[in-house]
């Protein structure tokens, strides 16, 4: 069992650095390439750092354990708004009525039901997944053209500055180097993370479903923690939010879409009774933030972790 949790853990770093790695080399890549920034933002960088998530889905079902591909990503969507954005909170407040989210907010809510609804006309097959990365699509489309018109007055230096893990100045070799870690690392951060994880499940009699909700979605979140807790400290409360919603709508759409690709994922009855409104009520949580523009203060930051651990032994239990 000890070397199960080792896999566990091993996986889950493997992934994480492996991710960053990819990102890193492909962003550089593409704007060598004369890729414009704008498009290496909406969809390298997204790819990117949804990649640990889409391999563990891909490897989850190849592996014949659907319940850990379905509830790393219900799971981790909870996890991204009671637990990503709980704990900034508790340390330092976020002014989220300084920023306006409020249409990304309704994509999300629009992508979490039309997810629900094709969760229970399931399995979820190729037919369900072509909708759900057409609907992305959508998305992608109406923030290019939203981002477009955000930065016309930006030069070119300005604009590759935002974009993640961008380096003008990275050498050829680099670049590659970034690039080999990320393709190698995670297919083998994958695949010690599922045969762990599974492991574990059948050790403590507990369902693959479970672990994906809880031990997986918590590790695969790390990062969206990691980046929303700086982006709190430094008072930039539309980058925290916009982080939460952004990962959210790319779990729901663009992982489980490319998923079903590779075989029907089957809908145990834990999800549709339970798991998926839990999902959604948290999203509903976030109204008074985005929509009345209220700050999220230390005693909410409480609230959100109470009602994290809450699940998690309803969950577990």
């Known amino acids: 069992m000890m070397m199960d949790w ?3 853990g091993l996986g889950l770093v493997i992934l994480v650095l492996a991710g960053d790695a990819l990102v890193k080399g492909a962003v550089n890549l593409a704007l060598r390439l004369g890729i414009p920034a704008l498009i290496v933002s909406l969809t390298i960088v997204a790819f990117g750092t949804s990649a640990p998530e889409l391999l563990i889905g891909i490897q989850a079902v190849l592996d014949d354990a659907p319940g850990i591909a379905l509830g790393n990503v219900v799971g981790s969507n909870t996890a991204n708004i009671l637990l990503v954005m709980g704990i900034p909170a508790l340390m ?4 989220t009525g300084a920023c306006d989210t409020r249409k990304s907010y309704y994509g999300m809510l629009a992508g979490s039901c039309l ?3 094709i969760c229970f006309l399931g399995p979820i097959t190729w037919m369900h997944g072509v909708v759900l990365l057409a609907a ?4 992608l489309w109406d923030q290019a053209r939203d981002a477009r018109a955000h930065r016309k007055a930006m030069t070119a230096e300005e604009e590759i500055e935002e974009v993640e893990g961008a380096d003008p100045s990275m050498p050829g070799w680099k670049i590659g180097l970034w690039l080999v870690l990320g393709l190698v690392g995670l297919p083998i951060g994958a695949d010690l993370l599922i ?3 599974v492991n574990i499940a059948r050790d403590f009699g507990i369902s693959e479903t479970a672990i994906g909700l809880t031990l997986v979605a918590v590790g695969t979140s790390l990062p969206e923690l990691a980046t929303t807790v700086v982006a709190a400290l430094r008072r930039h409360a539309e980058v925290a939010l916009g982080n939460v919603i952004g990962s959210n709508v ?7 879409g490319v998923t079903s690709l590779v075989k029907p994922i089957p809908v145990d009855t834990q999800f549709l009774t339970t798991d998926l409104w839990v999902m959604l009520g948290a999203s509903v949580l976030m109204a008074p933030f985005v929509l009345m523009g209220k700050n999220m203060t230390r005693p909410v930051g409480a609230l959100l972790l ?3 651990a809450g ?3 309803v969950v577990l239990g």
């Open 136 to 139: 992305l699509v959508a998305v």
């Open 92 to 95: 330092a407040p976020i002014m």
């Open 6 to 8: 080792v896999y566990t």
């Open 195 to 197: 045969e762990g994880a």
């Open 250 to 256: 790319f779990n729901l759409l663009g992982i489980i």
């Open 115 to 117: 997810f629900i609804a």
């Open 311 to 313: 699940y998690l032994v």
């Open 306 to 308: 109470a009602l994290y």
